[in-house]
């Protein structure tokens, strides 16, 4: 991510939390692991608790938020709309 962000012509946009900060990627609407995780959790538990293990029907955290990097924004110029904005979540 180091080196995207270092040599990018355009401002690299991210999808998951992990991959927002200053020499990463700029942000965006992102997921995060913790809720993906959580949602695994869930379905291991409800599968165990039934003891149904044929199909397993694909599911995912569907919340998202809009997170960014303060030092990627600034390196790029970028301003957000006040209604991103306030709805953000920030890292350096």
């Known amino acids: 991510m180091e080196w995207t962000s270092e040599n990018a012509?355009?401002?690299p946009f991210?999808?998951?939390d992990f991959s927002?900060?200053?020499?990463k990627t700029i942000g965006?609407?992102?997921l995060f692991g913790k809720t993906q995780g959580k949602k695994a959790g869930e379905i291991a538990l409800k599968r165990l608790t039934e003891n149904k293990?044929?199909?397993i029907v694909p599911f995912y955290g569907k919340t998202?938020?809009?997170y960014f990097?303060?030092?990627q924004l600034k390196?790029?110029?970028i301003s957000l709309t006040k209604k991103i904005e306030s709805e953000s979540v920030y890292t350096e």
């Open 69 to 71: 990097s303060k030092s």
């Open 53 to 55: 293990f044929k199909t």
């Open 64 to 66: 998202g938020r809009f």
């Open 20 to 23: 927002v900060g200053a020499n």
């Open 75 to 77: 390196k790029w110029g």
């Open 9 to 11: 012509p355009i401002p």
């Open 28 to 30: 965006g609407y992102v």
């Open 14 to 16: 991210g999808f998951w």
